[in-house]
């Protein structure tokens, strides 16, 4: 199962808005609305962002969000903070209880 | 505090066997999906394997036929057996926790695992 494609790198000013990509194919991100988003700050537990393309755990602010079209999911963060900062990826689940995660985005707030 | 502990890590040789433990405190390891998740240096993450709340386990072709995943409910504890190792298994093995029915996702801060010579 090939990995997820997602950009290396993003970045925004503080207070704007970014939308990082996550491309898959229809055995994956198309076939299913199990779709995943975390953030990553190196040395700590990843966070749950986003379950199932566009739902919020308790807790996350609702400056994230999902979505998803054909082949492609996008998580947009609106109002970018320095506590942003940090490495997000996403998950699939890609059929017979096989899941496939992105490669990563690094994101900057400048 | 619903938290994960991972431990066992360490540096093992090419061939050889460890296992890690992911201990739970205000989680019940039994009774959700539990998962094991590496991330290799300079890499994004892998997902490993799964354990659902009624036992079934699944694993990535990667590591099928040499890992295990296994509970013990009674200790509350997550394990992955890992044998036949190689220098590709390097990486840092983090267990999660997915409790379904109020959406919880709860993570360790990860055990490291190299392989080497």
């Known amino acids: 199962q090939s990995a997820l494609t997602q950009p290396p790198s993003a970045s925004g000013s503080p207070g704007h808005s970014v939308t990082i990509s996550c491309t898959g194919t229809?055995?994956?991100?198309?076939?299913?609305?199990?779709v995943s988003w975390y953030q990553h700050h190196p040395g700590k537990a990843p966070i749950l962002l986003i379950y199932?393309?566009?739902k919020r755990p308790s807790g996350v602010p609702d400056r994230f969000s999902g979505s998803k079209s054909i082949n492609t999911a996008s998580l947009t963060v609106s109002g970018l903070q320095a506590e942003d900062e940090a490495d997000y990826y996403c998950?699939?689940?890609?059929?017979?209880?096989?899941?496939?995660f992105g490669g990563g985005t690094k994101l900057t707030v400048l | 505090e619903v938290q994960l502990v991972e431990s066992g890590g360490g540096l093992i040789q090419p061939g050889g066997s460890v296992r890690l433990s992911c201990a739970a405190s205000?989680?019940?390891?039994?009774?959700?999906?539990m998962f094991w998740v590496r991330q290799a240096p300079g890499k994004g993450p892998e997902w490993v394997a799964v354990?659902?709340?009624?036992?079934?386990?699944f694993y990535a072709d990667s590591v099928k036929g040499r890992f295990t995943v296994s509970r013990d409910k009674s200790k509350n504890t997550l394990y992955l057996q890992m044998n036949s190792l190689r220098v590709e298994d390097t990486a840092v093995y983090y267990c999660?926790?997915?409790?379904?029915?109020?959406?919880?996702?709860?993570w360790g801060q990860g055990t490291t695992v190299s392989v080497s010579s």
């Open positions: 199932e393309v566009n």
């Open positions: 205000g989680f019940a390891v039994g009774s959700n999906q």
């Open positions: 354990i659902y709340s009624s036992g079934s386990t």
């Open positions: 229809s055995s994956d991100v198309g076939a299913y609305n199990y």
């Open positions: 999660e926790g997915w409790d379904v029915s109020v959406a919880l996702d709860v």
């Open positions: 998950l699939s689940y890609a059929g017979n209880n096989n899941l496939v």
